[in-house]
C-alpha cells in the first residue's frame, strides 16, 4: 500500500511566523508532489508543485523535496489568520506516465492573531 | 475564466435511490476524475478518465459508475445508494500535455444519504 503520512495537528503559529508542514511518502520512485489548501466546506485548491529535490518558492510560500529521505515540507512564511486551512500534501506514486494522486490525511493550520 | 463546475452542490437522497453527480469544466483538459472525501479517511479516487473512451476505476469504485459524456462532460452515479455513500464528492481536471501532473478540483458536490 503506497502511503502519504502528514502530521494531523493542529499546528497552531503566532501570526507574522513560519509555519513549517512536513509530509513523508512511502514510494520510492515518486516523481511528483504537491501541496493543496482546503478550507473547511470547500474543494482543495492547488498551491504548489514539486518534481526535483531541492527548494522551489512561490511567494511567501517554499516547497522543500528530499527524495533519498522521501520527504517533502511546506513552509509559510508571515503566516496569516487566511491561512488558516488543512493542508493536504499529495504524491504520484509512479514513474513517468502514472496518474493516479496519492492524498495524506492532512494537517490542520491555524494562525493565531 | 477557465473552470471546473459540479451540480447539484448539495443533494440529500433515501437509501435504494439513484443519482447522478455532474462535472462539466471548460479548461480544456483531457483527463478528469471522481473523488469522495470523508473525515479521518482523506481523499480517495473513484474512478478517472483520460480521453471520451477511456474509463479506469480508481481505489474505491464498487457501488458508483462513471459516463463521459464529452471531453467537457463526466458523470458520476450511484446504482442504488446506501448511507455509507455520504460524503463530499470532488471532481478535478489535468492536463498532462503542459509538462505537469497538477489537479484542479471543482467546489464539491456534499451528498447525503438517509
Known amino acids: 500500500q503506497k502511503e502519504v503520512e502528514q502530521n494531523s495537528g493542529p499546528l497552531s503559529v503566532p501570526e507574522g511566523a513560519i509555519a513549517s508542514l512536513n509530509c513523508t511518502y512511502s514510494?520510492?520512485?515518486?516523481?511528483?508532489f504537491f501541496w493543496y489548501r482546503q478550507y473547511s466546506g470547500k474543494s482543495p485548491e492547488l498551491i504548489m508543485s514539486?518534481?526535483?529535490?531541492g527548494d522551489k518558492e512561490d511567494g511567501r510560500f517554499t516547497a522543500q523535496l528530499n527524495k533519498a529521505s522521501q520527504y517533502v515540507s511546506l513552509l509559510i512564511r508571515d503566516s496569516q489568520p487566511s491561512d488558516s486551512a488543512t493542508y493536504l500534501c499529495?504524491?504520484?506514486?509512479?514513474?513517468?506516465?502514472?496518474?493516479?494522486?496519492?492524498f495524506g490525511k492532512g494537517t490542520k493550520l491555524s494562525v493565531i492573531p | 475564466d477557465a473552470d471546473v463546475t459540479q451540480t447539484p452542490r448539495n443533494r440529500i437522497t433515501k437509501t435504494g435511490k439513484r443519482i447522478m453527480l455532474e462535472c462539466s469544466q471548460t479548461k480544456g483538459h483531457d483527463r478528469m476524475y471522481w473523488y469522495r472525501q470523508d473525515p479521518g479517511l482523506g481523499l480517495r479516487l473513484i474512478y478517472y478518465s483520460f480521453d471520451v473512451k477511456d474509463i479506469n476505476k480508481g481505489e474505491i469504485s464498487d457501488g458508483y459508475s462513471v459516463s463521459r459524456q464529452a471531453q467537457a462532460k463526466f458523470s458520476l452515479s450511484l446504482e442504488s445508494a446506501i448511507p455509507n455513500q455520504t460524503a463530499l464528492y470532488f471532481c478535478?481536471?489535468?492536463?498532462?500535455?503542459?509538462?505537469?501532473?497538477?489537479?484542479?478540483f471543482g467546489p464539491g458536490t456534499r451528498l447525503t444519504v438517509l
Open positions: 499529495a504524491v504520484i506514486p509512479s514513474g513517468a506516465g502514472s496518474y493516479q494522486l496519492t
Open positions: 514539486i518534481y526535483s529535490n
Open positions: 514510494d520510492r520512485v515518486s516523481q511528483s
Open positions: 478535478a481536471t489535468s492536463d498532462p500535455s503542459t509538462g505537469g501532473d497538477e489537479q484542479f
